[in-house]
């Protein structure tokens, strides 16, 4: 039999397993979990990885105390078990096929490496070394890595700052399409909305901007994914006519941590070179217990979404109003958007400034964690931010409510502001002297911070959260941005991204 005679008898065998496999391609099922369910019901045995053999096995495990067994008999091999060695069940990419059909993409491909992961796979595909890609100037520090990693050279495009609340917010698709018609070499245009803040940029218009220069317009935004299961959120990147967008599930769905989804649409994207470059980045033992949540998170905000989603808005209001009647609080209001930059505002985002109180938003978080054991999401030199999901019930709101108050009240036991004042981004924006792969990963120094200024900057430094790089890689750095860090640092700030964390001394180009 030649080689053509047994392709043709794989391709017939390989469709009759999949008529005989584990799953369904209906809306309403979920193939990888189905997939899961059905080797515990033929009581099948692989001898192959994971070696906790499901949870099955004669030995219990330490980790089953908190996680329960339930998250060991999930953790099935994805081809030795979930599917077959050949794929020929098509488990994986069924699933992946119906959340691209629930989000309106071309193409979903499912991440266990998050948001970070399909970050760097963008920018592999969108362009290679070298070329140039024009990025929003507020992107996260996986962007940044992938600068480091493709080797691409960056042109930064500036986002609206908002002076009132001393945030960026998106990139005004004026200001990109001039920054193209500067660069007509650049491949790509790299766009971060929503803000963590929940501000959205207006997609459409960047999205006009890129595709009147030929190129395709990639979104990061991890914290927008459930706007494509709620008419109450804002509209979609991929509606808004982004080619590639990415979505963090553990953010806003029901995903475990770890969990993202980078979806395409249209013909500017390099299908098979994402597809390559996706297989080079990801593990190959994903995790099927991480997986079946994307596929789970699917199915369940399809069918229940609306009125999964309208509950934490609805929450989210509430606790709105209530903080509006707190002394010394204030809040970001919704009435930001629309405006310059900001084409809608997410109001399950709760900024809540706290510079009435006489505190940093560190301190406010401190106090709330320390005082009544609240955490939220992102603490900065001026406000909390607490994102409300769809699994807060009215006992959280309530608590937080009370906790709020609290602090309020009790102020004086927080660590005061010191006198501080927010350099304007101007201020802080620094020439890019090199390539970001080339300075990361050259020759380097150890230097303190009181010489660092006029050095090339050899680390990127990030306040977390949110996680933007004050400093990227490549950057000279200025007197102004480095006593800025070391201020920021000095009232609690925490930094991700830099050799020495505590910034006594900086990482530079040699």
Same mark, same amino acid.
């Given at each position: 039999?030649?080689?053509?005679?047994?392709?043709?008898?794989?391709?017939?065998?390989?469709?009759?397993?999949?008529?005989?496999?584990?799953?369904?391609?209906?809306?309403?099922?979920?193939?990888?979990?189905?997939?899961?369910?059905?080797?515990?019901?033929?009581?099948?045995?692989?001898?192959?990885?994971?070696?906790?053999?499901?949870?099955?096995?004669?030995?219990?495990?330490?980790?089953?105390?908190?996680?329960?067994?339930?998250?060991?008999?999930?953790?099935?091999?994805?081809?030795?078990?979930?599917?077959?060695?050949?794929?020929?069940?098509?488990?994986?990419?069924?699933?992946?096929?119906?959340?691209?059909?629930?989000?309106?993409?071309?193409?979903?491909?499912?991440?266990?490496?998050?948001?970070?992961?399909?970050?760097?796979?963008?920018?592999?595909?969108?362009?290679?070394?070298?070329?140039?890609?024009?990025?929003?100037?507020?992107? /996260?520090?996986?962007?940044?890595?992938?600068?480091?990693?493709?080797?691409?050279?960056?042109?930064?495009?500036?986002?609206?700052?908002?002076?009132?609340?001393?945030?960026?917010?998106?990139?005004?698709?004026?200001?990109?399409?001039?920054?193209?018609?500067? /660069?007509?070499?650049?491949?790509?245009?790299?766009?971060?909305?929503?803000?963590?803040?929940?501000?959205?940029?207006?997609?459409?218009?960047?999205?006009?901007?890129?595709?009147?220069?030929?190129?395709?317009?990639?979104?990061?935004?991890?914290?927008?994914?459930?706007?494509?299961?709620?008419?109450?959120?804002?509209?979609?990147?991929?509606?808004?006519?982004?080619?590639?967008?990415?979505?963090?599930?553990?953010?806003?769905?029901?995903?475990?941590?770890?969990?993202?989804?980078?979806?395409?649409?249209?013909?500017?994207?390099?299908?098979?070179?994402?597809?390559?470059?996706?297989?080079?980045?990801?593990?190959?033992?994903?995790?099927?217990?991480?997986?079946?949540?994307?596929?789970?998170?699917?199915?369940?905000?399809?069918?229940?979404?609306?009125?999964?989603?309208?509950?934490?808005?609805?929450?989210?209001?509430?606790?709105?109003?209530?903080?509006?009647?707190?002394?010394?609080?204030?809040?970001?209001?919704?009435?930001?958007?629309?405006?310059?930059?900001?084409?809608?505002?997410?109001?399950?985002?709760?900024?809540?400034?706290?510079?009435?109180?006489?505190?940093?938003?560190?301190?406010?978080?401190?106090?709330?964690?320390?005082?009544?054991?609240?955490?939220?999401?992102?603490?900065?030199?001026?406000?909390?931010?607490?994102?409300?999901?769809?699994?807060?019930?009215?006992?959280?709101?309530?608590?937080?409510?009370?906790?709020?108050?609290?602090?309020?009240?009790?102020?004086?036991?927080?660590?005061?502001?010191?006198?501080?004042?927010?350099?304007?981004?101007?201020?802080?924006?620094?020439?890019?002297?090199?390539?970001?792969?080339?300075?990361?990963?050259?020759?380097?120094?150890?230097?303190?911070?009181?010489?660092?200024?006029?050095?090339?900057?050899?680390?990127?430094?990030?306040?977390?959260?949110?996680?933007?790089?004050?400093?990227?890689?490549?950057?000279?750095?200025?007197?102004?941005?480095?006593?800025?860090?070391?201020?920021?640092?000095?009232?609690?700030?925490?930094?991700?991204?830099?050799?020495?964390?505590?910034?006594?001394?900086?990482?530079?180009?040699?």
């Amino acid at each position: 039999m030649d080689v053509d005679e047994l392709r043709l008898r794989n391709e017939a065998k390989a469709d009759e397993e999949r008529e005989r496999g584990p799953m369904s391609s209906d809306p309403r099922s979920a193939p990888v979990g189905d997939a899961i369910e059905d080797f515990h019901s033929r009581d099948a045995l692989a001898f192959g990885i994971p070696a906790h053999r499901f949870g099955t096995g004669s030995v219990e495990f330490d980790a089953a105390r908190w996680t329960g067994a339930g998250a060991f008999r999930a953790d099935i091999g994805m081809n030795n078990g979930v599917d077959n060695r050949h794929q020929s069940w098509q488990v994986e990419p069924t699933a992946m096929e119906l959340f691209a059909e629930a989000v309106g993409a071309d193409q979903t491909l499912f991440s266990t490496n998050g948001s970070t992961l399909n970050v760097h796979v963008a920018f592999l595909t969108v362009a290679r070394p070298g070329e140039t890609v024009v990025m929003a100037r507020n992107g /996260h520090k996986s962007a940044f890595s992938a600068l480091v990693l493709s080797g691409v050279n960056p042109v930064y495009v500036d986002p609206v700052y908002d002076e009132r609340w001393q945030v960026a917010h998106g990139v005004e698709p004026t200001e990109l399409d001039r920054v193209l018609a500067e /660069h007509p070499e650049a491949k790509a245009a790299v766009a971060f909305t929503p803000t963590y803040y929940g501000i959205s940029a207006d997609v459409a218009g960047l999205a006009d901007s890129a595709h009147r220069h030929g190129i395709p317009l990639v979104t990061d935004d991890a914290w927008g994914l459930d706007y494509s299961f709620s008419s109450r959120l804002p509209s979609s990147a991929l509606e808004s006519g982004a080619d590639l967008a990415i979505g963090s599930v553990h953010k806003t769905l029901s995903g475990f941590g770890q969990t993202s989804v980078l979806s395409t649409q249209g013909d500017l994207i390099d299908t098979m070179r994402l597809e390559l470059v996706f297989e080079l980045e990801q593990s190959t033992s994903a995790s099927a217990l991480l997986i079946s949540s994307i596929d789970a998170a699917r199915r369940q905000f399809q069918r229940e979404g609306e009125e999964l989603l309208g509950g934490a808005i609805d929450r989210a209001r509430r606790l709105r109003d209530a903080v509006a009647e707190i002394p010394g609080l204030e809040l970001m209001p919704e009435s930001i958007a629309p405006g310059p930059g900001a084409k809608a505002m997410d109001p399950t985002h709760v900024s809540v400034d706290v510079v009435g109180l006489g505190i940093t938003g560190f301190s406010a978080a401190d106090w709330l964690r320390e005082h009544r054991r609240i955490h939220v999401e992102l603490a900065d030199h001026r406000r909390v931010m607490a994102l409300i999901s769809f699994a807060d019930g009215d006992d959280n709101i309530d608590r937080l409510i009370a906790a709020l108050r609290d602090l309020s009240e009790h102020r004086g036991e927080a660590d005061r502001a010191p006198d501080f004042q927010v350099p304007l981004p101007a201020e802080l924006r620094m020439p890019t002297e090199m390539l970001p792969r080339d300075a990361f990963l050259g020759p380097t120094a150890e230097v303190p911070w009181r010489q660092a200024a006029g050095r090339i900057s050899a680390e990127m430094i990030c306040p977390y959260p949110p996680g933007i790089p004050i400093v990227a890689p490549g950057e000279r750095l200025s007197a102004e941005v480095v006593g800025y860090l070391e201020q920021t640092v000095a009232m609690g700030g925490k930094v991700e991204g830099a050799g020495d964390e505590s910034l006594e001394t900086f990482r530079v180009v040699a």
